[in-house]
């Protein structure tokens, strides 16, 4: 028996790959695999982008769970004070950065300052304000924006629909 015998009516199809059994596949079922495949790239990469921005506003919120427990042992440590020996108070303003002869909590504590770095190199932008008695840090979401994460001195820890600067209110300088 000839298989490859030529039918009356029908034209044998050429196929990639063929073997000597006359296996393989046609340029059509090429193009449909891989259509297929980058549609299910596509939407795969959507839902990685969501996990990425996912991860760094997870990444905030927990630097500034770190902030939030270092502080009280500042509190401690200073005689019942938020702000060092000497300290001034810090208005609120955008976060400040590490400085070992810092006048603030959040610049003179280094793993407070890391913290926070780290938090805002997660997020968008920030704002911070200490006093003796009082402080709060707020800093920027990525996955929703105009949102902030917010901590202070009473233990809060929330989302704030506003930017960060907004986020802690200006008069009782805690979290709005």
């Not at 004070?81 to 003179?108: R, V």
């Not at 926070?116 to 911070?128: H, N, V």
């Not at 800093?139 to 929703?144: E, H, N, S």
Request: overall charge neutral.
């Amino acid at each position: 028996m000839n298989i490859f015998k030529k039918e009356t009516g029908f034209t044998r199809t050429p196929k990639f790959g063929v073997t000597p059994k006359g296996g393989g596949f046609t340029l059509i079922e090429l193009l449909v695999v891989v259509a297929i495949i980058g549609v299910l790239a596509t939407i795969t990469l959507g839902y990685i982008g969501q996990a990425k921005l996912k991860g760094a506003d997870t990444g905030v919120k927990s630097n500034l769970a770190t902030t939030r427990s270092v502080a009280e042992i500042f509190f401690l440590d200073n005689f019942n004070s938020y702000l060092p020996p000497g300290g001034l108070t810090f208005e609120i303003a955008t976060c400040p950065i590490y400085d070992p002869l810092g006048t603030n909590m959040l610049s003179k504590d280094q793993v407070i300052a890391a913290s926070i770095a780290e938090a805002i190199a997660k997020g968008s932008g920030s704002a911070c304000y200490n006093s003796d008695s009082t402080w709060a840090v707020a800093v920027g979401l990525k996955l929703t924006p105009g949102a902030s994460w917010c901590v202070d001195v009473t233990g809060a820890a929330k989302m704030v629909n506003s930017d960060p600067l907004a986020a802690i209110n200006s008069s009782t300088f805690i979290c709005n």
